[in-house]
């Protein structure tokens, strides 16, 4: 992160949480200036601005860690993601709108990886992986009797798991897209809903996409 991103507009206040594990220091300040001198030089020390006390209140409530993208109070469900950026292909995630991973409510701990996080290899494309995690986070839905599942992909959302699929995508896609939306139909019919959510505000997001 760099400093000029830290820094607020002229006028606007701004709110800095930061966290200094050498020092066992967590906090918020209320002006860079403020901040600066706390942080500054300290290994692991990690900080970020933020417009209100209350957004910086829940960046530090969730851990205080750099990949969360969003500090919204967000809504009770079960949230799903795919991403490509840690260089051994597909991975995919589904958490609760806290971002603690729930994809072990139906794997088996094997097929996690040190992240919670399911890899589905270097052949899967990004979509198929959107397509499966959301199957996940529905079998999850229902399982905890949760009614509402969040995501931050049109296509999975608006098309396929509404069996709105060209035929030509592999067989394999065409399989699971059929699957999924058969059991769409039935999360729906049990008064469950699938809500389309900005990726800013998923927190199951990875950070990284193809």
């Known amino acids: 992160m760099t400093k000029q991103k830290l820094f607020s507009s002229k006028g606007k206040k701004k709110f800095y949480a930061y966290v200094v594990p050498a020092k066992k220091l967590k906090g918020i300040a209320e002006s860079w200036a403020e ?8 290994v692991g020390a990690r900080y970020r601005g933020f417009k209100t006390r209350e957004e910086a209140e829940e960046w530090l409530r969730l851990g205080a860690r750099y990949e969360i993208k969003s500090v919204k109070k967000l809504e009770k469900g079960i949230y799903f993601d795919a991403g490509t950026g840690r260089g051994k ?4 995630s ?9 994809l072990h409510k139906v794997l088996p701990k094997a097929e996690l990886n040190r992240f919670l996080k399911h890899e589905i290899g270097e052949e899967a494309t990004n979509n198929y992986g959107e397509l499966l995690a959301c199957k996940y986070a529905i079998e999850i839905a229902m399982k905890g009797g949760m009614k509402k599942v969040f995501g931050d992909s049109s296509l999975i959302i608006d098309f396929w798991t509404k069996w709105r699929v060209k035929k ?4 394999e896609t065409f399989e699971l897209a059929r699957e999924t939306a058969a059991l769409r139909k039935k999360f729906e019919e049990q008064s469950g809903e699938i809500v389309r ?14």
Not at 35 to 42: L, Q, T
Not at 94 to 102: C, S
Not at 197 to 210: E, T, V, W, Y
């Open 197 to 210: 959510i900005s990726g800013d505000d998923n927190p199951a997001d990875l950070g990284f996409h193809s």
């Open 168 to 171: 030509d995508v592999e067989e």
């Open 89 to 92: 292909g597909v991975e995919i």
């Open 94 to 102: 589904v958490t609760d709108e806290r971002g603690k991973n729930l």
């Open 35 to 42: 901040c600066e001198p706390i942080v500054s030089g300290e």
